[in-house]
């Protein structure tokens, strides 16, 4: 059973339920919990999957513990319903924290795709980071995506032969987008595009819970004040949460050379992430996606779980302060070594393979497959080959 609630789920989940859906050993079972209910719907037609079963969780501005007694409830009927062998859940929502919880209830193994994510601080990023270590308890196997993710599981004493390093499903998906985003791309972003052609294009994607507010204003306030630079235009993606959208707006909205989007579909953002300059988001998944186009990161963040692109030298981590985001922008556009430098240094987090890995991990644990897979090794500068979705 493969449990997903947001878009971000389904893009990293997708490609490992197609996997599965391909092999003849795993009959698979497909559930949206609708924690995001519009953008995961949008997901779910991109990579052309269709849900077993959907509970509909989202309401208005719910509270995280109705979201989290809504999808334990659901998934615990489910699970009594359809007596998986494993359940799978992909990330740190309240989702997966949920649908790991009520799996363990049901006494049902537990399968946790992009594990091992840690930042040491409980509230940073909020809820995510307990929700990834909560699942890090419950969880039988353990997809991590990197090495250091492993270290971290190891680390906190999860056995090492439950921990498989896979790389991230994130550039699976993404490499099979790639080659058609030229041609799925909405119309709206092709003109944007070439309405800013001549210009250098700097995205944003900005939602976290800690940094609603002052946090999130003044990173807006920086992303305004580099737009007016007449070799810039902004684009930024609107997110759903009404937080956000009252923020960016009353310090965006009207701005010369700044454009608020509303949330692409993913093809769109693929196309945009090609083509932009660079990006500042607090987006974890922005931070995988993007090395693999050369487009350095500017993280809006306290700290970053995603710490093997600050090693590669392909992300940055700038937090929110106005005039310090500003000058790294700056930067950005003004040293073209400096610059260089962070597009060059490849993608530290897959190889397109990852879903492939996972499959033949989970055969291994079931005693269908005699050896488990080999673990994912970055070589710095590498880039990722295209490839087919199964």
């Given at each position: 059973?493969a449990?997903?609630?947001?878009r971000?789920?389904?893009?990293?989940m997708?490609?490992?339920?197609?996997?599965?859906?391909?092999?003849?050993?795993?009959?698979?079972?497909?559930?949206?919990?609708?924690?995001?209910?519009?953008?995961?719907?949008e997901?779910?037609?991109?990579?052309?999957?269709?849900?077993?079963?959907?509970?509909r969780?989202?309401?208005?501005?719910?509270?995280?513990?109705?979201?989290?007694?809504?999808v334990?409830?659901?998934?615990?009927?489910l699970?009594?319903?359809?007596?998986?062998?494993?359940?799978?859940?992909?990330?740190?929502?309240?989702?997966?924290?949920?649908?790991a919880?009520?799996?363990?209830?049901?006494?049902?193994?537990?399968?946790?795709?992009?594990?091992?994510?840690?930042?040491?601080?409980?509230?940073?990023?909020?809820?995510?980071?307990?929700?990834?270590?909560?699942?890090?308890?419950?969880?039988?196997?353990?997809?991590?995506?990197?090495?250091?993710?492993?270290?971290?599981?190891?680390?906190?004493?999860?056995?090492?032969?439950?921990?498989?390093?896979?790389?991230?499903?994130?550039?699976?998906?993404?490499?099979?987008?790639?080659?058609?985003?030229?041609d799925?791309?909405?119309?709206?972003?092709?003109?944007?595009?070439?309405d800013?052609?001549?210009?250098?294009?700097?995205?944003?994607?900005?939602?976290?819970?800690?940094?609603?507010?002052?946090?999130?204003?003044?990173?807006?306030?920086?992303?305004?004040?580099?737009a007016?630079?007449?070799?810039?235009?902004?684009?930024?993606?609107?997110?759903?949460?009404?937080?956000?959208?009252?923020?960016?707006?009353?310090?965006?909205?009207?701005?010369?050379?700044?454009?608020?989007?509303?949330?692409?579909?993913?093809?769109?953002?693929?196309?945009?992430i090609?083509?932009?300059?660079?990006?500042?988001t607090?987006?974890?998944?922005?931070?995988?996606?993007?090395?693999?186009?050369?487009?350095?990161?500017?993280?809006?963040?306290?700290?970053?779980?995603?710490?093997?692109?600050?090693?590669?030298?392909?992300?940055?981590?700038?937090?929110?302060?106005?005039?310090?985001?500003?000058?790294?922008?700056?930067?950005?556009?003004?040293?073209?070594?400096?610059?260089?430098?962070?597009?060059?240094?490849?993608?530290?987090?897959?190889?397109?393979?990852?879903?492939?890995?996972?499959?033949?991990?989970?055969?291994?644990?079931?005693?269908?497959?005699?050896?488990?897979?080999?673990?994912?090794?970055?070589?710095?500068?590498?880039?990722?080959?295209?490839?087919?979705m199964?």
């Amino acid at each position: 059973m493969a449990v997903m609630g947001t878009r971000p789920e389904v893009i990293k989940m997708a490609p490992v339920a197609r996997s599965l859906q391909a092999g003849p050993h795993f009959h698979p079972v497909i559930v949206s919990t609708g924690q995001h209910r519009q953008m995961l719907d949008e997901g779910l037609r991109v990579f052309d999957l269709h849900p077993h079963y959907d509970l509909r969780i989202m309401q208005p501005e719910q509270r995280l513990a109705d979201t989290t007694a809504k999808v334990l409830l659901g998934i615990a009927d489910l699970c009594r319903r359809e007596k998986p062998d494993l359940l799978l859940v992909q990330g740190d929502t309240t989702t997966v924290v949920a649908a790991a919880q009520a799996a363990y209830y049901e006494k049902i193994p537990v399968g946790h795709v992009e594990a091992g994510l840690r930042t040491g601080d409980k509230f940073n990023p909020f809820p995510e980071e307990m929700n990834r270590r909560l699942v890090g308890v419950l969880a039988d196997l353990h997809f991590a995506p990197t090495p250091s993710a492993r270290e971290a599981l190891l680390g906190e004493g999860t056995a090492p032969d439950r921990v498989f390093v896979t790389g991230n499903t994130v550039v699976d998906s993404l490499l099979w987008v790639a080659d058609r985003a030229d041609d799925q791309a909405s119309q709206e972003v092709k003109a944007l595009i070439s309405d800013a052609a001549g210009k250098r294009l700097i995205v944003s994607e900005l939602h976290r819970r800690e940094n609603l507010g002052q946090p999130l204003a003044s990173a807006c306030q920086a992303l305004a004040q580099i737009a007016q630079r007449p070799d810039v235009h902004v684009v930024f993606s609107l997110h759903h949460n009404p937080q956000v959208r009252k923020t960016v707006r009353k310090e965006l909205q009207g701005k010369p050379s700044v454009t608020l989007l509303e949330p692409p579909d993913y093809a769109s953002f693929v196309l945009l992430i090609k083509k932009c300059h660079f990006l500042l988001t607090d987006s974890g998944g922005i931070q995988e996606e993007a090395p693999t186009f050369g487009k350095p990161v500017l993280v809006a963040r306290k700290v970053t779980e995603r710490t093997e692109s600050v090693q590669a030298g392909v992300s940055l981590v700038v937090g929110t302060d106005q005039q310090h985001v500003f000058a790294e922008m700056e930067r950005l556009l003004n040293d073209a070594a400096h610059y260089s430098r962070m597009a060059s240094g490849g993608n530290p987090y897959g190889d397109g393979k990852a879903s492939e890995r996972i499959a033949q991990a989970i055969l291994y644990h079931f005693g269908r497959c005699p050896t488990p897979p080999q673990d994912f090794v970055f070589t710095p500068g590498q880039s990722a080959p295209r490839k087919d979705m199964p």
